[in-house]
T-cell receptor
Framework: GESVGLHLPTLSVQEGDNSIINCAYS??????FIWYKQESGKGPQFIID?????DKRQGQRVTVLLNKTVKHLSLQIAATQPGDSAVYFC????????????????FGKGTHLIIQP | GAVVSQHPSWVICKSGTSVKIECRSL??????MFWYRQFPKQSLMLMAT?????????EQGVEKDKFLINHASLTLSTLTVTSAHPEDSSFYIC???????????????FGPGTRLTVL
């Protein structure tokens, strides 16, 4: 079946550096993509999302890039801080087409971001 | 912001017993709630979609008779793991969606999760 996957399971970066987390997806019918941050023992926390008709979206210290040609999604975190340590998941979703809303999300495998002092 | 709670946060039970997990949207009405399962060091897997007042829709491979879902109100959905076995031990996470709160897309607000351990 179709799935969302990640290139790297673990990413280690120096505090203050920029982090780039990548994600490959295979479902070309997805309408939107979301990045979540999950700390140990907690539920996912929304970071940023992007619709399929966009290629870039910026938030506070984060930027999401979408390349539909190669089905690639990335999350850039600027000036990484110790509090950014967590597992990051990309997720994709599709609207049901009836105007009633969205289906459940398909999550990628996750990347563990480690911040070194 | 929108808050979703789960109860209990963790539970330990004996094999063969049933466990009920509650998911509540605290400050908004959730027309749709989702249940996910997450095994250690793995990703979240969608189990079922729960719509208020109707039967849940289960993902392929998820036994509906084993994982009973009830979405009786716009703020509460429950997941009951019936006749639990050690292989059901997992982190169960719910999410709720309310279109009026979505930030331009169909954002789901996640609960803190429930750790189930079956002995």
């Amino acid at each position: 079946g179709e799935s969302v996957g990640l290139h790297l399971p673990t990413l280690s970066v120096q505090e203050g550096d920029n982090s780039i987390i990548n994600c490959a997806y295979s479902n070309s019918a997805s309408d939107y993509f979301i990045w979540y941050k999950q700390e140990s023992g907690k539920g996912p926390q929304f970071i940023i999302d992007i619709r399929s008709n966009m290629d870039k979206r910026q938030g506070q210290r984060v930027t999401v890039l979408l390349n539909k040609t190669v089905k690639h999604l990335s999350l850039q975190i600027a000036a990484t801080q110790p509090g950014d340590s967590a597992v990051y998941f990309c997720a994709e979703g599709a609207e049901d087409g009836s105007g009633g809303g969205a289906d459940g999300l398909t999550f990628g495998k996750g990347t563990h971001l480690i911040i070194q002092p | 912001g929108a808050v979703v709670s789960q109860h209990p946060s963790w539970v330990i039970c004996k094999s063969g017993t049933s466990v009920k997990i509650e998911c509540r949207s605290l400050d908004f009405q959730a027309t749709t709630m989702f249940w996910y399962r997450q095994f250690p060091k793995q990703s979240l897997m969608l189990m079922a979609t729960s719509n208020e007042g109707s039967k849940a829709t289960y993902e392929q491979g998820v036994e509906k008779d084993k994982f009973l879902i009830n979405h009786a109100s716009l703020t509460l959905s429950t997941l009951t793991v019936t006749s639990a076995h050690p292989e059901d031990s997992s982190f169960y996470i719910c999410s709720a969606r309310a279109s009026q709160l979505a930030r331009g897309t169909n954002e789901q607000f996640f609960g803190p999760g429930t750790r189930l351990t079956v002995l």
